[in-house]
């Protein structure tokens, strides 16, 4: 129980008469790699909203690290070091990768009531670095991202992640559009995460990338979890067989 | 060929400054000189700050992926606002004060509406416009009030500087350009504005209170929109209830020539006051060269789509290239 580093009990999700999420109760462990796995509408989508602040639960309860939490916003679950990689970009295409990777946490030399000049000089320094840590190659911090490939686009995301020293990443759908090299790379950002201490929550409708990067796999349907084994005791047929 | 792109998409209001480079070059051979003699600049630096503010708050709005076209009418209302207020007694600090928060509160609605109700923000503007226009006249009473004879011209329109060369305005005007620039290259909020209007999904997820920024956006844009309005009534010396009529299309255009894009997340400050530059010495310049003036509206609005259309094209090649690379 103790190395979970969320819990969530009994976690219920109505949208309008649509009950989406049907009591869960999972717990995700320190430095695991888990794969969320489930068709459109099984209820992952709804799960990982309410971890990352998008929709709030109807009923159940949240523990991080340990201590019961109310997860509002995409600021709270920040703060909470829960970082969600969306599948569509979480960057702006038309702004630097420097920018981009301190968006809403920029580093200021004073403010008053929140907003102030930004220390670019250290905004440029620590961007080359956070790139350099996820073994990303690229010319300048002052790149467009709208210049960069998909893939790239979210090693840059999960750079940004890292950078925050945060401890659970959530990936929703990251290799979606991705090139079959694009996908390896964005696998190996996953598998590196492990190695840095950090947990990963990969959702993806494509079990062979799942399998190849996980610990664990959750499979969800009707809003329910239906399967929840390591990666050894299990295989793709069998999740395959209980969605 | 690759580096020029680049260039151009960092600094978007390029192709506006070459344009008018040219057309200063070209208005001042047609025009034997006189475009760039000292009265006539006088002339056009004293009428540029007042468009020019205007065009700097629907800017920065359109930036933020918004859009006013309430700035014309706001644009009046504030005058008048102040005009009525002195009328019945207040002093011009006062009277300031509540013109500027007149301002700030109709900014406030255009944005609250166009958010809370998710609908776009040309619909709730162009409500504004109508709504904004009609309040100007009713509080003039359908006859524009007298203004009080001790007014601060000399805060505000007085000649100044080397040559009397520029009135006070321009002074504001540099200064809220420098300011606002600043906001948008150097701070935090700058980042966010770019980023509400760039992609905001992105921009919501990471965290930025993205509602919060487009309705600051929309307030400083009456706010500017309405003190560029007390500006022109000062300098004219009565505060009409017509003054901005067609001003709201005109700041959109130097906008957009200055390289905003409609969508959001691209343009600058200087872009807007370029556009808005140009916009001035066309006026001015076509009937220095001898042109019918009539054919002012004719080049403004073939500028415009040619700005759209040639900024459109520089992207998708700026996109094409990037692919090879």
Known sequence: ?243 | MKRLFKTYLEKPELAGLILLVLLVVLFQVRSHGVFLNADNLRGILGILPEAGLVAIGVTILMISGEFDLSVGSVFALMPMTMAVLMVHGAPFPLALLAGLVVCAAIGFINGYVTIRFAIPSFITTLGMLFMARSLTVVVSGGFPPLLPIDLPNWLFTSFVGPGNMFRMSFLWFAAVAVLTSLMLSRTNFGNWIKATGGFLPAAASMGIPTARVKIVCFMLCSVLSGFAGMLQVLRLGSPLPSIGEGLELQAVAAAVIGGASLTGGIGTVMGGIIGTTLIRVIDNGLVLSHVDANWFKFAIGFLTIFAVVANAWMRKRAKAIKMEG
Not at chain 1, 78 to 104: C, H, K, W
Not at chain 1, 149 to 168: E, L, N, P, T, Y
Request: aromatic share 4%; hydrophobic share 40%; net charge neutral.
């Open chain 1, 1 to 243: 129980m103790n190395d979970a580093i969320i819990s969530v009990r009994d976690l219920h999700k109505w949208y309008s008469g649509v009950h989406a999420l049907k009591g869960v109760s999972l717990d995700f462990k320190r430095g695991e790699a888990l794969g969320l796995v489930g068709d459109n509408g099984a209820g992952k989508s709804t799960l990982i909203n309410i971890l990352s602040g998008v929709h709030r639960a109807d009923k159940g309860e949240i523990k991080v690290e340990g201590r019961e939490v109310s997860i509002a916003t995409p600021r709270d679950a920040m703060d909470l070091g829960i970082e969600t990689i969306y599948q569509y970009n979480s960057m702006v295409p038309t702004m630097s990768i420097a920018r981009n990777l301190f968006i809403g946490r920029e580093p200021t030399r004073f403010s008053v009531l929140g907003v102030g000049i930004l220390d670019q000089k250290k905004m440029a320094e620590e961007s080359i670095r956070a790139i350099a840590n996820v073994d990303l190659h690229l010319r300048s911090p002052d790149a467009l991202v709208g210049e960069l490939s998909g893939g790239q686009r979210q090693g840059v995301a999960i750079a940004r992640a890292m950078h925050f020293k945060s401890k659970v990443m959530i990936l929703d759908e990251p290799t979606n559009h991705l090139s079959v090299k694009e996908t390896n790379k964005v696998i190996g950002f996953v598998r590196g995460l492990k190695e840095q201490g950090v947990t990963g929550v990969f959702i993806s409708h494509n079990m062979h990338h799942v399998f190849d990067c996980c610990d664990r796999i959750v499979a969800m349907a009707r809003g329910e979890v239906v399967l929840d084994k390591r990666v050894a005791d299990t295989s793709i047929d069998e999740v395959h067989s209980v969605l």
